[in-house]
């Protein structure tokens, strides 16, 4: 018998997306998820599912902790979504359920990556297990990132504070000196504005003979190494990293 207690210590600051076209299975599941997990998103088909993937990693910079989807949904199933979100985030933590004429496609979901396969009916000690299984690793996961103090950026690019050394597949990506600085100071801020006077004295000896206009070709050669968009122009104050 999993410890439900345990279970909710690990996942109640969690996010999900739960995709599942029956209704009734669907609100019947929610609520079990909804005394779990901080906050439960749900679509009721992998088409509107990857819609609200995409929206949520647009909106607040960081994807669900967890996506659970059904396999056999219109209009996209388990399946497509599940390749179109590993498409947009490899590391995506999934759980499928599926019922149990379904399971053939097990070797190609697991193949795939995905986290967990559960069959229909879900027996609650099992899933409860499962979540325990998969929010261990989640936790894990940011464990590692928090005491190796690596910050996530977008596309799969990485912050290495300690080393100030900024990564992609786990290759450097090699920066000037100044963009190294540039990089240092906005990843301080986190999503607060690094003003135009704090870059300059933080990057030149002598800032006051110096125009922010300097910091435009500096801030165009970083924009080219890192995503789009991920550095913002405040206009009249200065940058702000978007995470």
Do not use: H
């Amino acid at each position: 018998m999993i410890d439900y207690d345990k279970v909710y210590n690990l996942t109640k600051d969690f996010t999900i997306l739960y995709v599942e076209d029956d209704i009734s299975f669907l609100k019947e599941t929610k609520r079990v998820f909804t005394e779990l997990f901080y906050k439960v998103d749900t679509a009721s088909n992998g088409e509107e599912g990857l819609v609200k993937y995409k929206e949520y990693l647009n909106t607040k910079k960081i994807p669900y902790d967890l996506v659970i989807t059904d396999i056999c949904m219109p209009f996209m199933n388990g399946i497509e979504l599940t390749k179109e979100i590993y498409k947009i985030n490899k590391n995506q933590q999934i759980i499928v359920i599926s019922a149990y004429d379904e399971s053939k496609y097990l070797l190609e979901l697991l193949n795939m990556g995905i986290e967990q396969f559960l069959v229909k009916p879900i027996n609650l000690d099992i899933l409860l297990s499962v979540l325990l299984n998969s929010s261990s690793k989640i936790k894990i996961n940011y464990d590692i990132q928090k005491n190796n103090k690596i910050v996530k950026l977008k596309n799969g690019f990485l912050w290495d504070i300690n080393n100030l050394s900024l990564l992609k597949d786990e290759k450097i990506v090699k920066l000037t000196k100044k963009e190294t600085f540039l990089m240092q100071i906005l990843i301080k801020n986190e999503c607060r504005v690094s003003t135009f006077d704090e870059i300059l004295n933080t990057i030149y000896d002598e800032p006051q003979i110096i125009s922010d206009e300097i910091l435009k070709p500096l801030v165009s050669r970083l924009r080219k190494k890192i995503p789009k968009q991920t550095i913002e122009n405040i206009y009249g104050l200065g940058y702000r990293l978007i995470f």
